[in-house]
């Protein structure tokens, strides 16, 4: 739904970035997302290839690695995945506590880019 | 063909709008202005609750409040015959508010005679969440007959929330939405998250949340 702004933030950081390695194309660039965002991958590209058009970005592939949800166990600290379909129930698979703390899936950040 | 190159970046996408939040909580802290933002999916009741929050707090907090909507005045208006200062921010099409539309709203506002804005962010539950407003605390208000699967839903907006209002207590009898499978939901995802039974219709816990606001207003002016 907010992919358009989001993509916008993107490119800007790839164009200043690109002017600092004098870059003339880029060819993909590698995100690093948590699943706890709404962003469809589809139509991040689509909404990134309508900005970047006539921009040295124009046609770069996003390279999107979706980092999970993982929660931390207070009592134990043991880390394990989040199952988003189901939130209550859930106790720590290692000691059986049921207080955690989020320490993933909020990401939102630019890798690196595959430029010339 | 050039050589392609591997270039490290390492930047947060939404670095530019966590900074201009920043500054704009740095700004609020000299004027003494708390800001809020409220958030919740369209027909929750948000401006039936900030009318009812504004009751409570007359006379104890001088207060404003920034409505956002896609296109239309309506809330503000709403607001305003409260005789609250309201101004109206026309998002344009836009399903969220960043901080630097907040601080060109907030120009409209002598700060230095207001405690607290509240901000109505754009009904959405999806969009709203991601964007830092430069607000320092942010609430979000669930309606009962919305269900208690929203935390499985959106799950980054009970995140982010600080307080959740579940509104519309009064329709709990008539509904299969389960208080103890909601609470556990949202403190999974969120264990500091304060929650709080309202009615905007009759006016239930709306004193208690009236109070938790105005200790956070006054720990962060004093």
Redo the contacts between chains.
């Keep these: ?2 992919e358009l ?2 993509m916008q ?2 490119l ?3 164009l200043k ?1 690109a002017v600092l ?1 004098r ?3 880029v ?1 993909a660039i590698g ?1 690093s997302v948590g699943t ?3 962003l469809e991958e589809e139509w991040m590209q689509k909404y990134f290839d309508h900005l970047s058009t006539g921009t040295v970005a124009e046609g770069a592939q996003l390279r999107i690695q979706w980092i999970p ?1 993982m ?1 931390s166990c ?1 009592e134990c600290g043991n880390r394990f995945e ?1 199952d ?7 106790t720590c698979p290692s000691c059986g506590q049921k ?4 320490i993933s899936g ?1 990401e ?9 | 063909m050039a050589e392609i190159r591997l270039i490290e970046i390492k930047e947060e996408i939404l670095t530019d709008n966590r900074k201009e939040a920043d500054n704009l909580r740095a700004k609020l802290k000299k004027t003494g202005t708390f800001l809020l933002n409220l958030m919740s999916s369209p027909g929750a009741g948000k401006t039936t609750l900030i009318l009812k929050t504004i009751e409570q707090l007359r006379g104890r907090l001088r207060m404003g409040v920034l409505e956002a909507d896609i296109d239309s005045m309506v809330d503000a208006e709403k607001i305003a015959a409260s005789g609250i200062p309201a101004v109206q921010i026309r998002t344009g099409g836009f399903c969220h508010l960043d901080a630097s539309m907040v601080m060109k709203g907030l120009d409209a506002f002598d700060l230095k005679c207001l405690d607290l804005v509240i901000i109505e962010n754009v009904g959405n539950l999806v969009c709203p969440a991601e964007f830092d407003t430069g607000a320092v605390r942010n609430a979000m208000i669930l309606s009962v007959p919305e269900g208690d699967d929203k935390p499985l839903k959106y799950p980054l907006m009970f995140s982010v929330s600080h307080v959740v209002l579940v509104n519309k207590i009064d329709f709990l009898s008539l509904s299969d939405f389960d208080m103890d499978v909601f609470r556990e939901r949202v403190h999974t995802l969120n264990p500091a998250a304060a929650i709080m039974e309202t009615s905007g219709r009759t006016g239930q816990g709306v004193a208690a949340w009236a109070d938790w606001l105005e200790c956070e207003v006054k720990a962060f002016i004093a």
């Design positions: 739904m907010h702004p989001v933030s993107i800007n950081v790839i970035h390695h870059v003339k194309k060819h995100l706890l965002s709404d949800a929660l207070d989040l988003k379909t189901r939130l209550d129930g859930i207080k955690f703390s989020l909020r939102y950040h630019i890798r690196d880019m595959e430029a010339e």
